[in-house]
């Protein structure tokens, strides 16, 4: 990688102290990325034969953009998002600044050891975005960006803290990655600024060579976006070569190399250039000037010195950008997967790990003695004080804060109950409440202002019909430019008044629901990486929650905090049909980690839950919450609710007699037709209770709490479902309905040995009016009473 063209001339200049450092610390990442996976696979015992893994080629390819990166261009107030597959190149940057150590390097994809893609969560406060589902950490950048710019716009910023950039380091397949695109768009409409995206472009993916014309394609695409794309194409020897007789020549024969020919030589090495360059330039003078005065070896090197592996060219590029402002850059830096290592090149490469027998040749070539490969200065050629003073002088070895990188902000207070809209003898849905609760803590007055000023709405192009649009009538658009309503302006009467400005509190998104979640983890990170809170609130169509997944679980995976209200939802929407009526979230909310869901029915659970959300929320072991609801309007009532019992997960409207022989129980707008039931199941089964569940998920996630204290031997450790079923007999019936998939309800059954009848929808729904669709998917008041009755039979 380094080695001199010395029979060139010109030759580059010859490098300074300051860079001959930088290029042992390269060596430095090098070395301890490869053996840092190495020890993992094969020094470490093993003890169920799986394969551990790692990626030493991916580490490999991104070294001097690291380098260059971490010592020399980034400060401490950038945010970085690191390509996945270079974590353990990300944790030997931080063990040569003094922020790692040994052991959990050394425990590498093992119980308490670095993971093997950074994590926030489980690796530390270093890690500034986790990375591994790919391309969302990219994305996940121009979110952050645009909540800094955010922060800064609404006042909440730390004055110690200056503004930094968003920086992300991608694999280049990350690119093929729908979201990428979305997230191009988005951050185009918002303006967003001071971001990087630095592609690891070494044409190789998991499986393959990536096809060669795709990067003319990307780059239009982002220069399309508003952003600025540079190419770091070539390192400084290629570059001297280029300005020598023949050069041009030797330039274009590379530019026109297919990307599968090019990595096939790269493995083969110097005689396969030789013999492959010679047969299509042999006859031009100066490439064979070039060309005959260097041995195989150098010729290989000559070769292969793209920039991307070049780090004075890598410097001297983001320095350059640097200096041309904050429009969002794209730096597509040519690399060569496993560069420096024995496999480079081939495209098979990407698990691909070096033998026992390779990593001892290259622990001899990188001179690290056996017993020494942890050492942090081990076989560098730098005297250790110099070493470490140049480290020390590196702009980002110093501390963000004195509390380090992972911020904590004030707490903003919610008061003890929110404004509970008069809806007693009227109908109301979940979703209406919401939007009254939420206009109404919108006018900020008295102990709801500091509430208010600190929520930050989000919506996917259902603002409106997601019932947001008294909230932003008050609280106003969010963009960097203040722009008026044209239609306000011009008197054209209408609901919404959207004027846009930097004070804003509502930020409009287009339609793409992976970017309302990238955005909701960004703003939900907010706390940690900006040190301001923001109460972060998105919503967005029930169903599509499914078509934003894979972003909710990345937001959860590194406990960024929000509320997610997903309205409307289920067959409840009858006329809208199949598509529009979820049938699964309601178990993705059981099975997500770190993310609370209910499903209120009236309005009054509603205002207790948004106001838990508030509250959990910003607690250290709180969580995300999601609010299920409808635009079924329902009869609501004046009656005094057990709080703590709502936000457990479900209390009894009407608590069933000691010993009672069933009970029914009920999850959101389906209230109505469990009540029905519920009326002439008591004219049989006076002793029957009425159970109004609001979370499943809570009840769920409190039993198996419970199992697992007792396990571990607290006797009296009791959940809240096993307290609320307690009443009813032994092997008694229980009668469960949802607008959402039956499994929901159907594991209540286990906690006391009762036995349960779920009803629920199982199937795509279609349109049609409650009425028949209630019926036909058989969670109508006969059809539960049906359910009763088999129930009954076989008690
Ligand atoms: C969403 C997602 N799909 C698939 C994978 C499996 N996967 C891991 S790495 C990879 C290819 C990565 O290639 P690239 O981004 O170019 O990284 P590099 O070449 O630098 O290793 C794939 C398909 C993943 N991690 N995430
Ligand atoms: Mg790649």
């Known amino acids: 990688?380094?080695?001199?063209?010395?029979?060139?001339?010109?030759?580059?200049?010859?490098?300074?102290?300051?860079?001959?450092?930088?290029?042992?610390?390269?060596r430095k990442l090098l070395w301890l990325s490869a053996w840092m996976i190495h020890n993992a696979n094969h020094v470490r015992p093993n003890r169920d034969g799986l394969k551990v893994g790692g990626h030493q080629a991916s580490c490999a390819s991104v070294i001097s953009i690291m380098a260059a990166l971490y010592f020399e261009i980034a400060r401490p107030q950038d945010r970085i998002a690191?390509?996945?597959?270079?974590?353990?190149?990300?944790?030997?940057?931080?063990?040569?600044?003094?922020?790692?150590?040994?052991?959990?390097?050394?425990?590498?994809?093992?119980?308490?050891?670095?993971?093997?893609?950074?994590?926030?969560?489980?690796?530390?406060?270093?890690?500034?975005?986790?990375?591994?589902?790919?391309?969302?950490?990219?994305?996940?950048?121009?979110?952050?960006?645009?909540?800094?710019?955010?922060?800064?716009?609404?006042?909440?910023?730390?004055?110690?803290?200056?503004?930094?950039?968003?920086?992300?380091?991608?694999?280049?397949?990350?690119?093929?990655?729908g979201n990428i695109y979305e997230a191009l768009l988005e951050g185009w409409k918002h303006d967003v600024r001071n971001l990087w995206w630095i592609v690891d472009y070494n044409r190789q993916s998991l499986d393959s060579v990536v096809p060669d014309r795709l990067f003319g394609r990307i780059e239009g695409l982002f220069r399309d976006m508003g952003w600025n794309c540079v190419t770091i194409k070539y390192g400084r020897k290629l570059e001297a070569a280029f300005a020598q007789d023949g050069g041009d020549a030797l330039r274009r024969w590379i530019d026109d190399c297919p990307n599968s020919l090019y990595s096939a030589l790269t493995f083969q090495g110097g005689a396969?250039?030789?013999?492959?360059?010679?047969?299509?330039?042999?006859?031009?003078?100066?490439?064979?000037?070039?060309?005959?005065?260097?041995?195989?070896?150098?010729?290989?090197?000559?070769?292969?010195?793209?920039?991307?592996?070049?780090?004075?060219?890598?410097?001297?590029?983001?320095?350059?950008?640097?200096?041309?402002?904050?429009?969002?850059?794209?730096?597509?830096?040519?690399?060569?997967?496993?560069?420096?290592?024995?496999?480079?090149?081939?495209?098979?490469?990407?698990?691909g790990m070096m033998t026992i027998e390779q990593m001892e040749g290259f622990r001899e070539q990188m001179r690290i003695r056996p017993g020494h490969e942890w050492d942090r200065f081990e076989g560098l050629d730098v005297p250790e004080a110099e070493i470490q003073a140049f480290l020390d002088a590196c702009p980002f070895a110093r501390p963000l804060t004195p509390e380090g990188r992972a911020l904590t902000a004030p707490l903003v207070a919610v008061p003890a109950a929110l404004p509970m809209p008069k809806v007693a003898g009227r109908k109301v849905s979940t979703q209406s409440g919401f939007g009254d609760i939420l206009a109404e803590i919108g006018r900020g007055q008295g102990e709801l202002r500091d509430l208010a000023d600190h929520i930050l709405t989000t919506s996917p192009d259902v603002t409106v019909s997601t019932n947001l649009g008294p909230w932003v009538n008050r609280r106003g658009i969010f963009d960097?430019?203040?722009?008026?309503?044209?239609?306000?302006?011009?008197?054209?009467?209408?609901?919404?008044?959207?004027?846009?400005?930097?004070k804003g509190q509502?930020?409009?998104?287009?339609?793409?629901?992976?970017?309302?979640?990238?955005?909701?983890?960004?703003?939900?990170?907010?706390p940690a990486m900006t040190g301001a809170r923001v109460l972060p609130i998105g919503t967005v169509y029930d169903p599509f929650v499914n078509r934003g997944l894979d972003a909710l679980i990345y937001a959860l995976y590194q406990d960024a905090r929000f509320l997610l209200v997903s309205t409307p939802s289920g067959l409840t929407l009858a006329p809208e049909g199949g598509q529009h009526q979820s049938v699964n979230t309601p178990l993705i909310g059981m099975a997500a980690d770190r993310l609370a869901a209910f499903e209120p029915a009236h309005v009054d659970e509603l205002a207790i839950l948004l106001r838990h959300a508030f509250e959990t929320m910003q607690q250290p072991n709180g969580s995300s919450v999601w609010l299920r609801l409808s635009t079924r309007a329902i009869e609501q009532s004046a009656r005094t609710l057990d709080a703590a019992a709502v936000v457990a997960g479900a209390h009894w409207v009407v608590?069933?007699?000691?010993?009672?022989?069933?009970?029914?129980?009920?999850?959101?707008?389906?209230?109505?037709?469990?009540?029905?039931?519920?009326?002439?199941?008591?004219?049989?089964?006076?002793?029957?209770?009425?159970?109004?569940?609001?979370?499943?998920?809570?009840?769920?996630?409190?039993?198996?709490?419970?199992?697992?204290?007792?396990?571990?031997?607290?006797?009296?450790?009791?959940?809240?479902?096993?307290?609320?079923?307690?009443?009813?007999?032994?092997?008694?019936?229980?009668?469960?309905?949802?607008?959402?998939?039956?499994?929901?309800?159907?594991?209540?059954?286990?906690?006391?040995?009762?036995?349960?009848?779920?009803?629920?929808?199982?199937?795509?729904?279609?349109?049609?009016?409650?009425?028949d669709l209630y019926r036909e998917y058989g969670i109508d008041a006969d059809a539960i009473l049906d359910a009763c009755a088999q129930a009954l039979l076989a008690v």
């Open 1 to 26: 990688m380094d080695t001199p063209v010395s029979t060139l001339a010109p030759s580059p200049p010859a490098e300074t102290r300051h860079v001959h450092i930088l290029k042992q610390l390269e």
């Open 82 to 177: 690191v390509k996945p597959h270079a974590g353990p190149v990300f944790h030997a940057m931080n063990y040569l600044f003094r922020r790692q150590n040994i052991p959990r390097m050394a425990a590498l994809r093992q119980l308490g050891g670095v993971q093997s893609y950074p994590s926030r969560v489980k690796d530390g406060p270093e890690v500034d975005f986790s990375t591994g589902s790919v391309g969302l950490g990219v994305a996940m950048t121009t979110f952050a960006a645009l909540m800094a710019d955010y922060v800064r716009l609404h006042g909440f910023a730390r004055p110690d803290l200056p503004a930094g950039r968003h920086i992300a380091i991608a694999g280049d397949a990350e690119l093929d990655e």
């Open 272 to 351: 396969a250039w030789r013999q492959a360059v010679l047969a299509d330039l042999g006859r031009s003078r100066g490439v064979r000037r070039i060309i005959d005065s260097l041995s195989d070896d150098d010729l290989g090197a000559l070769m292969t010195n793209l920039g991307g592996h070049d780090i004075e060219t890598v410097i001297d590029t983001l320095r350059a950008a640097e200096a041309d402002g904050d429009q969002p850059t794209c730096f597509i830096a040519y690399t060569i997967k496993g560069m420096g290592l024995p496999f480079a090149g081939h495209k098979d490469n990407h698990a």
């Open 480 to 502: 960097r430019h203040t722009r008026n309503d044209v239609f306000r302006d011009a008197k054209l009467a209408s609901a919404q008044r959207w004027g846009m400005s930097p």
């Open 506 to 526: 509502h930020v409009e998104l287009g339609i793409a629901e992976q970017n309302l979640f990238l955005l909701l983890g960004a703003a939900g990170l907010a």
């Open 655 to 771: 608590p069933p007699a000691q010993g009672a022989r069933i009970a029914l129980a009920y999850q959101g707008p389906v209230a109505p037709e469990a009540s029905l039931a519920f009326a002439e199941l008591q004219s049989e089964e006076p002793a029957a209770g009425l159970l109004a569940i609001t979370s499943p998920d809570r009840l769920h996630a409190g039993w198996l709490a419970s199992l697992r204290a007792r396990r571990a031997g607290d006797r009296g450790a009791m959940s809240h479902v096993e307290r609320v079923l307690a009443p009813l007999a032994p092997g008694a019936a229980l009668v469960t309905v949802l607008d959402g998939h039956p499994a929901t309800h159907a594991w209540l059954g286990s906690v006391r040995g009762q036995r349960v009848v779920p009803l629920g929808p199982d199937r795509f729904g279609q349109s049609g009016d409650i009425p």
